[in-house]
């Protein structure tokens, strides 16, 4: 054996003295000024700003800027950069005739993956340490990626996608796209208010990934595709989906409880429950709940918000001594769900937000960089003899 136990989660490896943890978990992988979790408190803050005052006074663009910047913008670079933004909403018609060519029924988050890598071909790679190439950059994704979004709906749906328009505001302007009728106020502000709350989040793993990918000195879009493609699955932003899957199995209040205890005993997860970071509630699931109570009683209640509700309260008592509460994954879909987002959009549109503080790494790592390179604990064969084919046997896999 090269490897023992230590106890807890920690494998040592007895030749290197190397020390091992599934997940990484507890390992700092690098220092940054971006994000703040507390999360035994059950607090979070960007840049030192707590996320209750930003998702009350800020908007998802003075967000993004103050995440990737560093400070909040003065209204002159707002303005500039708001500007900026709506002047590169548009996608080249190639990225949509390259849209229609993409299977209806395949994944949204598919769809933006390819998408966001395809920006890629249509910008040169310059000096990326060019302070104009990075606000290009950054102008360009978080104004086309929604775009891309919206797109793909249309295109799915045998549509043309409809052009931005320049008279709404970000996620209004979004809502649009993709809606295709214009949206109420408060709709369009409670979306804002939910891509202020996904924006960032430390070092999650489609963030990690995002820097991984940036330490290679790669362009910002290769970054922003990796990343989307590790946000899609179930246990990272893809939960938003499965909570709602859940919810509806679940079907009524009265079943939660019996619907945990045997997800308990089989030992399966709870969707949109538990976080490597937080023991308590997730905060951004405290707003996002106090938003679906918003939205309910303009639009009308959602059934399936009791069946969460009624979960809830049954998982303090089987799942909290063991600090698992709801995440932020846990109400932001009934959220969407009455917003009009189709079910399988709510994982883009956590990508959608999450560009700010992909984008916020992307800078970072590029100020002090340095590659990505973990080591390995071996746990293969020891060295062996060549084998001829002819005398082997029972080969693996076979
Ligand atoms: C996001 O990291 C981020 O910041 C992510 C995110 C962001 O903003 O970027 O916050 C967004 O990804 C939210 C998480 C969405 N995923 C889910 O909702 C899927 C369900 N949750 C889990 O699978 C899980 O809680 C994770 C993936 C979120 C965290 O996994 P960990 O830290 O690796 O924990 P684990 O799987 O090793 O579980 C530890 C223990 C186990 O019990 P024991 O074997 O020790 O007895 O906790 C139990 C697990 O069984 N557990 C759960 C559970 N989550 C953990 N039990 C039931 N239901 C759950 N959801």
């Keep these: 054996m090269v490897v023992s136990q230590t106890g807890g989660t920690e494998i040592r490896h007895e030749r290197t003295g190397l020390v091992f943890r599934p997940g990484l978990e507890g ?14 408190q059950g607090r979070l803050s960007y840049r030192g700003y707590s996320l209750d005052d930003l998702a009350v006074h800020s908007s998802f663009l003075e967000t ?22 709506q002047m590169h909403r548009r996608v080249s ?9 993409f299977p209806a029924n395949g994944h949204p988050m598919d769809a933006l993956q390819s998408s966001a890598a395809s920006l890629g071909l249509f910008y040169s790679r310059r000096a990326i340490d060019d302070p104009q190439y990075i606000y290009d950059a950054v102008v360009r994704l978080i104004a086309k990626i929604p775009t891309m979004v919206a797109a793909f709906q249309l295109i799915r749906k045998g549509q043309d996608p409809i052009q931005p328009r320049d008279d709404l505001a970000y996620s209004a302007n979004f809502l649009y ?3 295709e009728q214009e949206p109420d106020p408060l709709a369009s502000r409670i979306f804002d208010r939910c891509l202020i709350l996904h924006a960032e989040h430390s070092l999650n793993a489609s963030t990690f990934s995002a820097r991984v990918t940036a330490s ?20 990272h932003g893809g939960a938003n989906e499965d909570v709602l899957a859940m919810l509806e199995e679940i079907g ?3 079943q939660a409880d019996s619907y945990l205890e045997s997800a308990v005993a089989s030992k399966r997860k709870v969707m949109g429950f538990g976080h490597r970071e937080y023991k308590v509630k997730d905060p951004r699931a405290v707003i996002l709940q106090s938003l679906a109570e918003e939205l309910f009683a303009r639009f009308g209640h959602d059934e399936l918000y009791d069946v969460a509700h009624a979960l ?22 009934l959220v969407y769900r009455k917003l009009g987002i189709p079910r399988d959009l709510f994982t883009p549109v956590f990508a959608i937000s999450r560009v700010a503080g992909w984008l916020a790494h992307w800078r970072e790592q590029l100020g002090a960089n340095r590659i990505f390179r973990p080591s390995q604990i071996y746990t293969g064969t020891s060295m062996r003899h060549w084998v001829p084919a002819d005398e082997r046997v029972n080969a693996a896999g076979a």
Excluded at 217 to 223: G, I
Excluded at 323 to 328: Q, R
Aim: glycine letters at 8%; proline letters at 9%.
């Design 312 to 333: 809830e309260t049954a998982a303090a008592i089987r799942l909290g001594p063991k600090g698992i509460y709801p995440n932020v994954d846990f109400y932001s879909g």
């Design 93 to 101: 018609f190639r990225v949509r005739d390259m849209m229609k060519c």
């Design 216 to 235: 290679t000195l790669t362009d910002p879009y290769a970054v922003v595709a990796s990343a989307v493609g590790t946000l899609a699955g179930p246990l």
């Design 177 to 179: 796209m993709l809606t």
């Design 27 to 40: 390992v700092p992988a690098t220092q940054s000024s971006i994000c703040d979790i507390d999360g035994l």
């Design 252 to 254: 009524t209040p009265e």
């Design 64 to 85: 993004t800027y103050l995440l990737i910047w560093g400070e909040l913008p003065t209204p002159q670079q707002f303005r500039d950069f708001e500007h900026e933004v």
